[in-house]
């Protein structure tokens, strides 16, 4: 008996399958999500329900993760040292590019480098408009304070310092996300590491390696973009508006935000940006007024709290855990809040309208310094005014211990904290929406966008509702671990950055490169001469 001849597998069904294969397993993961409703819930006195079961899976998982990101050597944890030491590099290779840039990161960011014909989808000031929504948030409110209530005051040297480093990282990792993106048939553009991973390396002849790194970093960022960028964001949101308003109900504010989250994701990165664009800078001006407020009300002491958190920085005896307690908890706070060398913020920038990559990469290192050096110190100084970081016992997590901040200016004051903590919340959660997107589309295509999108705005409203803890857990350990092929890749294209940086400094400085403007006016005056 003969049997018909097996047709051979061509790379494209090869590659076709193995994704079917990847996206079930996500799915599987993601469908896990949507299930943990109380009506599922079983009996909750013995086993506790299916988001119990949930939550005991994940936690096992989480424990192995912790263990490996956590490990400590000479007493930093491993991921902490990770991101510190490529700041440091990078800060030292590129000659302190973050410092030497930084007047004219400020030009571009006004408009004067804007070109409308140029490819890609958003201006540069909605590019760092969005990646800043998907970093200022409640690691601005919340982590920070955790850093001063762990570390003592001094952690905020620390983090300052880590964030001047992160300015560097940033735009290391944003120049190579925009450098290998590319342009779909319908004029939309697509970045970021993943393809940074596997159009870079393989480039260099590690195609392999880059498409396997690829592959995990947008593993990764989906399932961070569904937990702690937005189901604990929600989460909080929720607990915000309950405690300062009484009768509030969770599940209203998940609506109200699953709703506002799908009017602007439906519309894509243009729709996110220009909601970007307006939004960051409101959220960042309301919550700095109230900040500078509180500072103004105890002016006198500002001189003695800023010696404080000095002197604290390298006195060992003054926090648990000595003087390398106090680097490890402002380092990694400032890790958290910035998210330098995670790679998340590349994907927006890649998106941005310019055929300069180093370009969109030097806008980039401001993301550090409004993030941390400025709106986490405004927090940091106000904690350390107000002294309520001596008055807190450890049960009392970060964002009560802001909002008490808060509360010694005025009783109606923490009103203005629950309504940046809502802003802040929903800025993130419609930036990183854009970063699962993109590396869905990566792993999966165009076509299926849909599913994550649902997914997405579901996993919106039942954080606000109920949060697996568990989940959300396992998803920032995945969007901490998103730094290890994200880094790995930066290092080995590190000379090429070196070299881009070069050639446009040379460039800016020799005026070869003219602004939009004097385009325009070197045009018409070819224009009047062909006359």
């Known amino acids: 008996m003969t049997y018909p001849r097996k047709q051979p597998i061509s790379p494209v069904q090869l590659k076709r399958q193995r994704r079917g294969k990847l996206a079930a397993l996500v799915l599987a993961f993601l469908l896990l999500l949507l299930f943990p409703v109380r009506v599922l819930a079983q009996d909750t006195e013995t086993s506790g329900g299916f988001l ?72 540069h000031f909605q590019a ?80 392999s390696l880059g498409k396997g790194l690829a592959i995990l970093f947008s593993v990764l960022a989906i399932f961070g973009s569904m937990g702690g960028a937005n189901m604990f ?23 109200v935000l699953a709703v506002l989250t799908a009017i602007v994701i439906i519309g894509g990165i243009e729709r996110i940006a220009s909601t970007t664009g307006f939004l960051v800078p409101a959220m960042a001006v309301l919550y700095i007024i109230g900040c500078l407020w509180i500072v103004l009300v105890n002016l006198p002491q500002v001189p003695s709290a800023i010696a404080t958190i000095i002197s604290q920085a390298f006195v060992p005896g003054a926090i648990e855990g000595g003087i390398i307690g106090v680097i490890v908890q402002g380092v990694r706070r400032s890790a958290f809040s910035n998210e330098a060398g995670i790679g998340s913020a590349a994907i927006a920038h890649s998106a941005a309208r310019t055929d300069e990559p180093v370009r969109e990469g030097i806008v980039a290192l401001l993301e550090p310094f409004i993030d941390t050096i400025i709106i986490c ?12 970081y001596q008055n807190t016992g450890e049960a009392i997590d970060g964002s009560q211990m802001t909002l ?20 802040f919340a929903f800025s993130t959660i419609i930036s990183w929406s854009y970063y699962g997107e993109i590396s869905w589309q990566y792993l999966f295509g165009q076509r299926t966008i849909i599913i994550y999108k649902l997914i997405f705005v579901a996993c919106v409203f ?51 490169m003219p602004t939009y403007a004097q385009k325009q006016a070197a045009m018409g005056d070819s224009h009047q001469a062909g006359n």
């Not at 110190?377 to 309520?388: A, C, D, P, S």
């Open 52 to 123: 119990g079961a949930i939550d005991t899976v994940f936690s096992a998982i989480v424990e192995d993760l912790a263990k490996i990101l956590f490990f400590d050597i000479l007493g930093f944890p491993l991921i902490v040292l990770w991101l510190i030491v490529a700041g440091i590099f990078f800060t030292i290779r590129l000659g302190f590019i973050n410092i030497r840039a930084f007047k004219h990161a400020i030009d571009v960011v006004r408009g004067r480098y804007d070109d409308p014909e140029e490819e890609g989808q958003v201006s």
């Open 377 to 388: 110190n405004m927090t940091g100084i106000m904690i350390v005014l107000t002294g309520v």
């Open 462 to 512: 039942i954080g606000a509702v109920v949060a697996p803890s568990a989940v959300i857990d396992f998803s920032d350990l995945t969007l901490l671990m998103m730094a290890l092929p994200n880094l790995v890749g930066a290092y080995f294209l590190s000379n090429e950055v070196a070299e881009d940086i070069s050639n446009y400094m040379q460039r800016l400085r020799s005026g070869q």
């Open 233 to 255: 964001q929600s989460n909080q949101a929720a607990a915000a508006f309950i405690g300062i308003f009484p009768g509030m109900q969770g599940w209203i504010v998940g609506l």
């Open 128 to 207: 760092l408009a969005t990646a800043l929504s998907g970093t200022v948030g409640l690691g601005n409110i919340a982590g920070v304070a955790v850093a001063i209530q762990i570390g003592g005051p001094g952690a905020m040297f620390w983090l300052t310092l880590a964030g001047f480093l992160g300015m560097t990282t940033k735009l290391v990792e944003c120049t190579l996300g925009l450098k290998y993106r590319i342009e779909r048939p319908d004029g939309t553009v697509a970045g970021g590491p993943a393809y940074m991973l596997s159009r870079g390396l393989t480039k260099m002849g590690f195609g």
């Open 404 to 423: 008490s901040a808060f509360a010694t200016v005025s009783t109606w004051f923490p009103i203005v904290l629950a309504i940046a903590i809502f802003l």
